[in-house]
């Protein structure tokens, strides 16, 4: 091995921002003034590379695998012996029924176990063999057959709409099952190389990006999908590198050696000497946030639950979601089973900054005691904060915890709403806070109205937090998990660092502080621009604090102002980011 | 005979609390069909084809079954259409 690809190793290593030079252009510096682009026996290394948008930060490299598409229907042919070809159906559904059976049976939770048993019913049942025998005696060919009837019963529950409208999927993943196991295909299942590997696929569906397991998949890469689709979120929370919206990514080979950085959205093929590597173990240390000249900026995580703080300590909590505590129920907790969970969370963190979310439901999150299905746009609907006027006791029940969880503990609890449009709205709801015994009072700008009112709205609370993805998806009117759009997504774009850089301006003239806890913060290069622009608080998954605070470090306060300043002037995401990396 | 029941489970006849239903059907003894206001019956042991109704909470379901033990079993399952099945997984 050379010592030029011993020394980008070494860099990976170290998990700093890569620069590839594919045109063979000038080498540039980059935070942390190393060299490097590398010359060897007479020429530039470089390796292909694909581009798309860097989704969770952090470097891997190794053997690419690609998980199988669903299977696509044949072309038709004529049925010559119908009994054989029912046989055929048939011996194709009970194969899916009991592969789904076997998951069932292997299932550690309960709910997995049911949800899966139910599945299997779907796949046992009489309905579909009768209507799939009735299909093929009518001239269609099995597969044709099974997906002709699961696709008259899908059409039934998209008529029903609401919740049952979002079951489709059920139904789809049996058709695909089943279709597959006729035509002798092999299922969309995860790769099993039998070493750790980077995942590479059209999308993932939560479901399969759930089952991910960090000690087998070093690193995804996707040709759909966006920086906000639940593949991307489900990919920081587990620390994997992950680029999506990556086009070639599908002409990647099985087995080729390939290094994905999620930080710069670039994958590179063709450094086949690289050995395989583990992912990074991530280097806590309990250091502060701050730039190389010590202005703080505290760097906090996202949190579902106490359980994501194990091993990692952090200066505090910036966002913690409570939906978790309420998407497995049917009813709203209760009082007490919230005082608990919250106290959980409380006691994790003693001494240290934790700000609630209150109940942010509705839009891609739907509850199922909360919604009647009765909206044409939810993402323009009752959702976040707006769910209080329709039932405003379920706010004041969870406020209510919040204060008595708070009381229990040491823990600086501040408590925020999500999706806060008027002023009027946040001085309500500062009120009900403040009336409950939490003095330190929030809100989220997600929406342009907020963040163009931003002065106004430090009037009426204590702090405002910027949630990028949401302000991204209602600044560009680009529905957030739009895989075709995630260009106009992009948290480099102008228009939205305009909208931050609002907010900042008013928080630093107030002093008052200003966090951003979108996705976005979990961006080395990003975050240097958000510290520069008078951001005082980045919050983000916990793997990604650590490159993070490097980032911090490398830069003066100075030259991350220098950073905002030339971000906000690039005619576009790609220009503002590289004029950061010249900072 | 004819039972009508209004749907109780809060998040609509879904997968789960279909198959739920469809296998208690299945022990029953007779048979037993189910249709709502606008479309056909179907078999009440049949997790698919209850799934297919798209019936949401409160919804008006028709049960239809004949013999001698038609009125047990009507009951019977009526009885679960009438309980919030979702409510138990909360």
């Given at each position: 091995?050379?010592?030029?690809?011993?020394?980008?190793?070494?860099?990976?290593?170290?998990?700093?921002?890569?620069?590839?030079?594919?045109?063979?252009?000038?080498?540039?510096?980059?935070?942390?003034?190393?060299?490097?682009?590398?010359?060897?026996?007479?020429?530039?290394?470089?390796?292909?590379?694909?581009?798309?948008?860097?989704?969770?930060?952090?470097?891997?490299?190794?053997?690419?695998?690609?998980?199988?598409?669903?299977?696509?229907?044949?072309?038709?042919?004529?049925?010559?012996?119908?009994?054989?070809?029912?046989?055929?159906?048939?011996?194709?559904?009970?194969?899916?029924?009991?592969?789904?059976?076997?998951?069932?049976?292997?299932?550690?939770?309960?709910?997995?176990?049911?949800?899966?048993?139910?599945?299997?019913?779907?796949?046992?049942?009489?309905?579909?063999?009768?209507?799939?025998?009735?299909?093929?005696?009518?001239?269609?060919?099995?597969?044709?057959?099974?997906?002709?009837?699961?696709?008259?019963?899908?059409?039934?529950?998209?008529?029903?709409?609401?919740?049952?409208?979002?079951?489709?999927?059920?139904?789809?993943?049996?058709?695909?099952?089943?279709?597959?196991?006729?035509?002798?295909?092999?299922?969309?299942?995860?790769?099993?190389?039998?070493?750790?590997?980077?995942?590479?696929?059209?999308?993932?569906?939560?479901?399969?990006?759930?089952?991910?397991?960090?000690?087998?998949?070093?690193?995804?890469?996707?040709?759909?999908?966006?920086?906000?689709?639940?593949?991307?979120?489900?990919?920081?929370?587990?620390?994997?590198?992950?680029?999506?919206?990556?086009?070639?990514?599908?002409?990647?080979?099985?087995?080729?050696?390939?290094?994905?950085?999620?930080?710069?959205?670039?994958?590179?093929?063709?450094?086949?000497?690289?050995?395989?590597?583990?992912?990074?173990?991530?280097?806590?240390?309990?250091?502060?946030?701050?730039?190389?000249?010590?202005?703080?900026?505290?760097?906090?995580?996202?949190?579902?639950?106490?359980?994501?703080?194990?091993?990692?300590?952090?200066?505090?909590?910036?966002?913690?979601?409570?939906?978790?505590?309420?998407?497995?129920?049917?009813?709203?907790?209760?009082?007490?089973?919230?005082?608990?969970?919250?106290?959980?969370?409380?006691?994790?963190?003693?001494?240290?900054?934790?700000?609630?979310?209150?109940?942010?439901?509705?839009?891609?999150?739907?509850?199922?005691?909360?919604?009647?299905?009765?909206?044409?746009?939810?993402?323009?609907?009752?959702?976040?904060?707006?769910?209080?006027?329709?039932?405003?006791?379920?706010?004041?029940?969870?406020?209510?915890?919040?204060?008595?969880?708070?009381?229990?503990?040491?823990?600086?609890?501040?408590?925020?709403?999500?999706?806060?449009?008027?002023?009027?709205?946040?001085?309500?709801?500062?009120?009900?806070?403040?009336?409950?015994?939490?003095?330190?009072?929030?809100?989220?700008?997600?929406?342009?109205?907020?963040?163009?009112?931003?002065?106004?709205?430090?009037?009426?609370?204590?702090?405002?937090?910027?949630?990028?993805?949401?302000?991204?998806?209602?600044?560009?009117?680009?529905?957030?998990?739009?895989?075709?759009?995630?260009?106009?997504?992009?948290?480099?774009?102008?228009?939205?660092?305009?909208?931050?850089?609002?907010?900042?301006?008013?928080?630093?003239?107030?002093?008052?502080?200003?966090?951003?806890?979108?996705?976005?913060?979990?961006?080395?290069?990003?975050?240097?621009?958000?510290?520069?622009?008078?951001?005082?608080?980045?919050?983000?998954?916990?793997?990604?604090?650590?490159?993070?605070?490097?980032?911090?470090?490398?830069?003066?306060?100075?030259?991350?102002?220098?950073?905002?300043?030339?971000?906000?002037?690039?005619?576009?995401?790609?220009?503002?980011?590289?004029?950061?990396?010249?900072? | 005979?004819?039972?009508?029941?209004?749907?109780?489970?809060?998040?609509?006849?879904?997968?789960?609390?279909?198959?739920?239903i469809a296998?208690?059907a299945?022990?029953?003894?007779?048979p037993i069909t189910v249709?709502?206001?606008?479309?056909?019956?179907v078999p009440a042991d049949s997790?698919?084809?209850l799934?297919?109704?798209?019936?949401?909470?409160?919804?008006?379901?028709?049960l239809?079954?004949?013999?001698?033990?038609?009125?047990?079993?009507?009951?019977?399952l009526?009885?679960?259409?009438?309980?919030?099945?979702?409510?138990?997984?909360?």
């Amino acid at each position: 091995m050379s010592s030029c690809v011993l020394a980008l190793i070494s860099v990976l290593a170290r998990g700093a921002l890569l620069v590839f030079f594919p045109g063979g252009a000038l080498p540039t510096f980059f935070p942390g003034g190393a060299l490097l682009a590398c010359f060897t026996s007479g020429a530039w290394l470089v390796a292909d590379l694909l581009r798309g948008l860097g989704a969770s930060q952090g470097t891997a490299t190794g053997p690419a695998y690609r998980l199988a598409d669903p299977p696509r229907l044949p072309a038709p042919r004529p049925v010559t012996d119908p009994d054989a070809e029912v046989d055929r159906a048939f011996a194709a559904i009970d194969a899916a029924h009991d592969d789904i059976a076997r998951r069932a049976a292997a299932a550690v939770d309960p709910t997995t176990a049911e949800i899966l048993r139910a599945q299997a019913a779907l796949a046992a049942d009489r309905t579909l063999r009768d209507g799939v025998a009735l299909a093929v005696r009518a001239g269609h060919e099995a597969p044709h057959a099974v997906a002709a009837v699961l696709g008259e019963h899908r059409e039934a529950l998209i008529a029903a709409g609401g919740l049952l409208a979002a079951r489709t999927a059920d139904l789809d993943d049996l058709r695909d099952r089943v279709i597959a196991h006729c035509l002798g295909l092999r299922m969309p299942a995860l790769p099993e190389p039998g070493c750790p590997y980077i995942l590479v696929a059209v999308d993932l569906a939560p479901a399969d990006a759930a089952l991910l397991d960090p000690a087998r998949v070093l690193a995804v890469v996707t040709s759909a999908g966006s920086f906000l689709s639940h593949t991307a979120i489900l990919a920081r929370a587990r620390g994997l590198p992950t680029v999506v919206a990556c086009g070639g990514a599908l002409d990647i080979a099985d087995g080729t050696v390939i290094t994905v950085d999620g930080t710069a959205g670039r994958v590179t093929t063709g450094s086949s000497h690289v050995p395989v590597d583990a992912p990074r173990p991530v280097d806590f240390s309990s250091a502060r946030g701050s730039t190389a000249d010590g202005h703080p900026v505290a760097l906090l995580a996202n949190i579902g639950g106490a359980a994501e703080l194990s091993g990692a300590p952090v200066e505090g909590v910036g966002l913690f979601r409570t939906e978790l505590l309420f998407q497995h129920h049917v009813d709203p907790p209760g009082l007490a089973e919230q005082v608990a969970a919250y106290g959980e969370v409380f006691a994790a963190l003693p001494g240290r900054r934790v700000v609630v979310r209150t109940l942010d439901a509705g839009s891609d999150k739907p509850l199922p005691f909360l919604h009647d299905g009765d909206e044409p746009n939810p993402a323009l609907g009752i959702r976040g904060l707006r769910v209080a006027r329709r039932r405003g006791e379920i706010l004041r029940t969870q406020i209510a915890a919040i204060a008595a969880a708070a009381r229990d503990s040491t823990a600086r609890v501040e408590v925020m709403a999500p999706m806060v449009t008027t002023v009027a709205e946040a001085a309500q709801f500062a009120a009900l806070c403040r009336d409950a015994g939490l003095p330190t009072v929030g809100v989220m700008v997600e929406v342009p109205a907020a963040a163009v009112r931003a002065a106004e709205f430090l009037g009426a609370v204590d702090f405002l937090s910027v949630g990028t993805n949401d302000l991204s998806q209602y600044t560009f009117a680009a529905d957030r998990r739009s895989g075709e759009l995630a260009d106009l997504l992009d948290p480099w774009q102008p228009a939205l660092l305009s909208l931050v850089a609002l907010c900042a301006a008013a928080g630093t003239a107030l002093g008052r502080p200003v966090g951003v806890c979108g996705e976005s913060a979990a961006d080395p290069a990003f975050a240097v621009v958000l510290a520069g622009l008078g951001i005082t608080s980045l919050s983000m998954a916990p793997a990604a604090i650590p490159a993070v605070r490097a980032a911090l470090q490398a830069h003066t306060l100075d030259e991350c102002r220098t950073a905002a300043q030339q971000a906000l002037a690039a005619a576009d995401p790609a220009t503002a980011r590289a004029a950061v990396t010249r900072v | 005979m004819i039972r009508t029941v209004l749907l109780a489970g809060r998040a609509g006849l879904h997968l789960r609390v279909a198959a739920r239903i469809a296998e208690a059907a299945a022990r029953l003894p007779t048979p037993i069909t189910v249709r709502t206001q606008d479309r056909a019956a179907v078999p009440a042991d049949s997790t698919l084809a209850l799934v297919s109704l798209g019936a949401l909470c409160g919804s008006e379901l028709i049960l239809e079954a004949y013999g001698p033990f038609a009125p047990g079993a009507l009951n019977e399952l009526a009885d679960l259409f009438a309980t919030d099945l979702d409510a138990a997984d909360a």
